[in-house]
């Protein structure tokens, strides 16, 4: 990842967790319960960084992989530097730490590595877990990358709009329609029973997860809640006009930055990315760039572009200069 650092708020001792005034004086920090509170200031702040494309991720020869699509949930990437990538319906593509295939796994079928229609790619312990709608299935490979038995989706996985792994249990949205036709999501940890950590009525719950971690956003406010397992450690704002401003896409990563990626208002398509560093305070927004899909050990970020030449995108390993 970007850097071996603390997860995000981990060490509360310090000045970045309110162990003494923040600097900048558009930062609140308050304390309820427990849980911290962070409000940064509604002004935007363009990053001085230097982004630099090292190229896309590509085939075993080098030219660049086309994707139809791609979001943070179709991507995977490990310790050794490899990434995992949804490649369309029937396979999951492992790209070395070169950037260059090395590996597929799984083909069309019903059997176990097979694949109908893959949406999710996750891992827990050794054991990759690709969520696949067509067969109503955890798809899994274990240890050694050959194929385990699918387990059914059941039970809160039946109905989750998105779900992440984390060491003993997982996390889930649920989304559901009630009489009155009004969309309903619903944040739980592990089980359906217990009190929901968030809930969202007419609107979807936008969710990410790293490690013991998961950080998640109700519409409309630009509220950002930090969760590790069932317990609220912090919330964190911005007072931006939220009647006009989406968050569309979280991404919490293993150094504790978090990124979210937020409509522009007035303008058609573009989008800014918001940084916040692990003391849960605003950095800074870069403009025109989603949600990056990955980090890599060796400092390396995944972003998405749009190809120039024809339809599909690329995942471009990006350097990032601060």
């Known amino acids: ?47 001085g960084w230097t982004l630099t494309e090292i190229g896309p991720l590509g085939d075993a020869d080098g030219h660049p992989w086309v994707f139809d699509a791609m979001t943070p949930l179709q991507v995977l990437t490990d310790r050794g530097g490899r990434t995992y990538v949804i490649g369309g319906d029937t396979a999951v593509l492992r790209f070395g730490r070169d950037g260059r295939l090395d590996r597929v796994l799984g ?11 893959p ?7 050794d054991t990759l877990i690709v969520t696949d709608l067509g067969k109503e299935a955890l798809v899994r490979f274990g240890p050694t990358l ?21 060491a003993g249990g997982l996390w889930v949205v649920q989304g559901s329609g009630g009489e009155d036709g009004v969309h309903r999501s619903v944040l739980r940890a592990d089980t359906l029973s217990g009190v929901p950590l968030l809930e969202a ?31 609220l450690l912090a919330i ?19 150094d504790g ?14 989008i800014r990315l918001d940084v916040f560093g692990p003391d849960g305070v605003y950095v800074g927004t870069l403009e025109d760039r989603g949600v990056p899909v990955g980090l ?8 998405v572009r749009v190809r120039a030449d024809g339809p599909g995108v690329l995942i471009m390993r990006t350097n990032i200069r601060r």
Request: with cysteine; charged share 20%.
């Open 257 to 270: 930055t978090l990124w979210v990626e937020r409509t522009v208002p007035g303008v058609a398509d573009a």
């Open 1 to 47: 990842m970007l850097s071996v650092a603390a997860l995000l708020l981990a060490a509360c001792g310090s000045a970045a967790c309110g162990g003494a005034e923040p600097s900048d004086p558009s930062v609140v920090r308050a304390d309820s319960a427990g849980v911290r509170l962070i409000t940064s200031g509604p002004e935007d702040r363009a990053l």
């Open 236 to 254: 964190l704002r911005r007072p931006v006009d939220s009647a006009v401003v989406a968050i569309t896409r979280l991404a919490l990563h293993k």
């Open 296 to 303: 890599l050990p060796n400092g390396e970020v995944l972003f």
């Open 107 to 117: 083909a069309s079928g019903g059997g176990p590595g097979a694949f109908g229609r």
């Open 146 to 166: 050959d194929p385990v038995d699918d387990r059914p989706l059941n039970g809160a996985l039946t109905t989750a709009e998105w779900h992440a792994y984390r």
């Open 201 to 231: 009525e007419g609107a979807t719950i936008v969710a990410h997860a790293e490690g013991p971690r998961v950080v998640a956003h109700r519409p409309p406010t630009y509220e950002v809640r930090l969760f590790e397992g069932p317990r």
């Open 119 to 125: 949406v999710r790619i996750a891992a827990q312990a």
